[in-house]
């Protein structure tokens, strides 16, 4: 159970910040993963007033808030125009809906969580996160970063052109993923990204290139093998760690193939 | 720490600890509706509308609710029983222990699209669970409401 003395709802993020340089201090998301664990919190702190629930779509970037709940990612045209539906097909299958209501992607972000369809998705596209403190940073590099007292201010999204396509294996429609899989092409060669390995989602290091216009069933079957041989997996609950290598290779391919589909189309 | 916020349209203010749960808050202000089937936001059966969105009382701090409308199966009556009635006529409820959390949600659904398709409805609704049915009739249930609409023009 959880207990919590104090609440606060700061009004700059200088306040939020270093109300959160106390280590029995926690900064509130949507407070989903949070109220499953166990402990005491002295202050949470809700940065419901700083404005960060909202996507702004300019020319050259999507600047998300923290603050931003899933179910907001899910129906936001502009960012799904974009994605050609993943970042809708990343979060759809997350619970409910009255889950993603709540769910926000800082919290998401932030927990680098291993399940994290969220993180999957993003990871594809050329992310990066303001942090209060540590300025704009890419979310590759995010990822990595031990967690700190620093605020997750927003996310931004490059607008890079190219096509992104993203998939999970879910054992039930509802549950956690088994597997997902962010496959995108923002010109040069695809990124491939495999997250519920059941580890953290991480870009698929060492590829071979696909130049565009090659994409041969061959050659989607030896990339698509070719990930699921460099990426680490592991057994849980939900699957050992041969099946999801399995499934690695399956998505992947799959993920290529639509890829292509949508390149020739475009 | 100080509440205010309206409850089923009654203006409440309340001094509440700060790890009080909304679903407990609106429990102690007689909805009992409003119930605890997992505990883990996962079962949609705590669901209230926040200023119309469906939210999972069991994981918001009721502080959280400061200053907005929080509404229950207590005070939306007369929209449920426009559709309940079709529900319960497909034999949907059996137990019946999810149907306040259905019907909540369902509210919802059909103010943010009142002409769902199937694969519509069991989207927007996966996130309630039914330990007796499998689905199917409250999907009936529905789509005759949404057929009975439409006849009525």
Redesign the interface.
């Known amino acids: 159970m959880l207990t919590i003395q104090n609440y606060v709802r700061p009004e700059t993020l200088d306040e939020a910040w270093e109300c959160n340089q106390n280590r029995k201090n926690r900064i509130l998301g949507g407070m989903l993963w949070m109220r499953l664990g166990r402990g005491s919190i002295n202050t949470a702190i809700d940065l419901c007033r700083l404005g960060l629930d909202t996507i702004e779509e300019s020319e050259e970037e999507f600047s998300i808030g923290a603050q931003v709940t899933l179910r907001q990612l899910e129906t936001h045209t502009g960012l799904n125009r974009y994605t050609h539906g993943a970042v809708r097909a990343a979060v759809c299958d997350i619970i409910g809906v009255q889950f993603r209501n709540m769910a926000t992607v800082g919290g998401s972000i932030w927990g680098r969580f291993g399940f994290s369809d969220v993180l999957t998705v993003f990871l594809a596209l050329d992310t990066a996160v303001e942090l209060h403190r540590g300025g704009i940073v890419p979310l590759a590099q995010f990822v990595t970063m031990p967690p700190d007292r620093d605020i997750l201010v927003r996310l931004i999204v490059r607008k890079t052109p190219g096509a992104v396509v993203y998939l999970a294996m879910r054992n039930q429609r509802t549950d956690f993923p088994t597997l997902t899989c962010a496959v995108s092409d923002l010109g040069g060669a695809p990124r491939t990204v495999i997250g519920a390995r059941p580890g953290r989602a991480m870009i698929v290091p060492g590829l071979p290139a696909l130049p565009v216009g090659q994409w041969s069933q061959d050659a989607i079957s030896a990339y698509a093998e070719a990930a699921a041989a460099a990426v680490p997996t592991g057994s849980n609950v939900r699957a050992g760690a041969a099946y999801r290598s399995h499934l690695c290779s399956v998505l992947t391919a799959r993920a290529l193939t639509q890829l292509g589909g949508i390149n020739g189309w475009n | 720490?100080e509440l205010k916020l309206t409850l089923n349209g009654k203006r409440i203010i309340e001094e509440i600890d700060?790890?009080l749960l909304l679903i407990d808050f609106v429990r102690a202000h007689g909805c009992k509706s409003v119930k605890r089937g997992c505990d883990?936001?996962?079962c949609?059966l705590c669901?209230v509308l926040l200023d119309g969105?469906?939210?999972?009382s069991c994981?918001?701090?009721a502080?959280?609710a400061d200053g907005h409308d929080v509404r229950t199966l207590e005070g939306l009556q007369e929209e449920a029983a426009d559709f309940v009635g079709f529900i319960a006529a497909q034999g949907a409820d059996q137990c019946g222990f999810c149907n306040p959390g259905f019907v909540m949600?369902t509210i919802?659904?059909l103010r943010e699209n009142p002409d769902p398709t199937d694969d519509e409805i069991r989207?927007?609704?996966?996130?309630?669970l039914c330990r007796c049915s499998g689905y199917d009739g409250q999907l009936r249930g529905i789509r005759a409401y949404l057929n009975a609409k439409k006849r009525e023009g």
Request: overall charge neutral; proline content about 4%.
């Open positions: 720490m700060a790890d883990t936001s996962g949609g669901t969105t469906p939210v999972l994981s918001m701090l502080a959280r949600n919802a659904l989207a927007f609704l996966a996130g309630n």
